[in-house]
């Protein structure tokens, strides 16, 4: 189960898996989604978006979150007519809070690196009865990573080809890339985030709806706006662009103080809110082609571009993508088996199913930890619904 940045909702994939590397198999056998009530959103957004709290919220919405996700896979398996006994183990991410992967500043205090994802594992493991790994990132950053991204590995089984370099693009809230040379090792995948996905466009649509919308369903706002040029060269000037991978991002650097100031410049520059939408949408197509052009294309040869996420969804920024970036072909997650919202769920089943095993998960040369490492801590089941298979 994954819980994304933009905080929607809850992604529950269904992976039978088998084997272990290199000849691991999985084959994605069901998606469902959970939306966030309301309520919860807002609260979690506050939370992540630095708001001030207090440890008794941040317990509580931990708490919260365990039985959002215990409900999640128990409507996920309805669904799916897959009775609760029948599942083996759960994987859940968990909801990102706050995430540095390096030392730095924030709020004006030097931070050291650290990450925090809520949604506490025993509520999940004692509602369903199915063990239940969790908190997947701290491991790799105690090893000296960055925690992010993890997906890698998983990109890394899926797509890897002989004689095609490929490259699996995610365009979540934030936008991350998987560049898997072609006929790689593990060691020669290396994988960062390029910046902003949708985290600034869902922004800056729910603030100048008033909350009707939550995103650009099929980039309408935008397409009714137009490019500002100016705001868009200075946002292809901004320090997280020209910063070496690896590196990771989220609202610390692209979150809700960052539409804000995109909301006055508009103001004070008479910009209409398609136009900043459309800008901005703009700017997450070029700020993903530039980091190709900075760090991927001249250290090896891509062919392939396989994208996945809710950003796949938004025709003005693929068509953006494409166009920026000449000669490399487009394709959609949903021609691998996966559907484009169901990968990072269904990367996490694997990542859990390695854990359970004892087998390392992340890819230092993605992470910048110093070695490999078994991620996640396991909760075991309880007397839940899904009580009796072990």
Not at 16 to 30: C, D, N, Y
Not at 71 to 84: D, E
Request: with cysteine; aromatic share 6%; net charge positive.
């Amino acid at each position: 189960m994954m819980s994304g940045t933009s905080a929607d909702g809850i992604d529950a994939a269904l992976v039978r898996v088998s084997g272990a590397p290199p000849s691991l198999s999985a084959e994605l056998e069901g998606h469902f989604h959970v939306p966030f009530p309301p309520y919860l959103r807002e609260r979690i957004l506050r939370l992540a978006n630095g708001a001030a709290t207090s440890t008794a919220e941040i317990s509580e919405l931990n708490f919260l979150l365990g039985e959002e996700l215990g409900h999640a896979a128990i409507a996920a398996c309805k669904k799916w007519r897959v009775p609760l006994k029948d599942v083996s183990l759960i994987g859940s991410h968990g909801q990102t809070v706050f995430h540095m992967g390096t030392a730095g500043e924030f709020q004006g205090k030097v931070r050291r690196a650290s990450t925090l994802q809520l949604g506490d594992i025993s509520v999940i493991a004692e509602r369903t009865g199915i063990p239940t790994v969790g908190d997947f990132r701290p491991a790799d950053m105690a090893a000296g990573g960055q925690g992010a991204p993890l997906i890698p590995f998983a990109d890394y089984l899926l797509y890897g080809h002989a004689r095609r370099g490929r490259v699996a693009l995610n365009i979540g809230g934030i936008a991350n890339v998987t560049v898997i040379p072609s006929g790689a090792r593990p060691r020669e995948v290396f994988a960062f985030d390029t910046g902003p996905g949708n985290m600034i466009v869902d922004a800056l649509v729910e603030r100048t709806t008033h909350g009707r919308a939550a995103f650009d369903r099929d980039a309408k706002i935008a397409l009714n706006g137009r490019t500002i040029p100016e705001l868009l060269v200075r946002l292809m000037h901004g320090p997280y662009l020209r910063k070496k991978p690896p590196k990771t991002a989220g609202r610390e650097q692209f979150g809700q103080a960052f539409a804000e100031g995109l909301l006055r410049w508009g103001k004070q520059h008479h910009a209409g809110p398609a136009d900043l939408v459309r800008t901005a949408t703009i700017f997450t197509s070029m700020s993903i082609a530039d980091a190709f052009r900075r760090f991927v294309l001249p250290r090896t040869n891509i062919e392939e571009l396989i994208v996945s996420g809710g950003g796949a969804h938004n025709p003005l920024m693929m068509a953006q993508l494409a166009a920026s970036l000449p000669g490399i072909e487009v394709a959609p997650v949903s021609g691998f088996g996966v559907p484009p919202e169901a990968k990072e769920a269904f990367g996490f089943a694997l990542l859990a199913y390695e854990s359970f095993h004892g087998r390392p998960g992340n890819l230092p040369s993605a992470t910048g930890a110093k070695h490999a490492a078994v991620l996640g801590k396991i909760a075991h089941a309880g007397d839940g619904p899904g009580r009796g298979k072990r």
